[in-house]
């Protein structure tokens, strides 16, 4: 990843402070930076991936499903899809 695009990253996860200071060591030619930058490139992956995970997740827990039950002794129309509901279903 290039030094812009980690600039970028850190700033679509809301990190300005560090995309500030990243700026500055690549400003200064900074050989700490220059060697830590694949390992940038690996904490900005994983961290991306764990916010990705962690939205999907609240997704899935804030999310309401329908079920319906397959009642067997249904008195009124049967429901479609139960396996028992006659020629009306699809089973």
Avoid at 4 to 27: C, F, N, P, V, W
Avoid at 63 to 70: D, L, P, Y
């Amino acid at each position: 990843m290039s030094h812009d695009a980690q600039i970028t990253t850190l700033k679509s996860l809301r990190l300005y402070g560090m995309a500030q200071a990243l700026g500055e060591l690549a400003h200064q030619g900074s050989p700490i930076y220059q060697n830590a930058q694949p390992m940038l490139d690996t904490l900005l992956k994983a961290e991306v991936a764990e916010r990705e995970v962690r939205s999907v997740s609240y997704q899935m827990k804030s999310a309401r499903f329908v079920v319906r039950a397959c009642k067997r002794e249904h008195k009124h129309a049967p429901l479609r899809g139960c396996p028992s509901s006659g020629p009306r279903g699809t089973a």
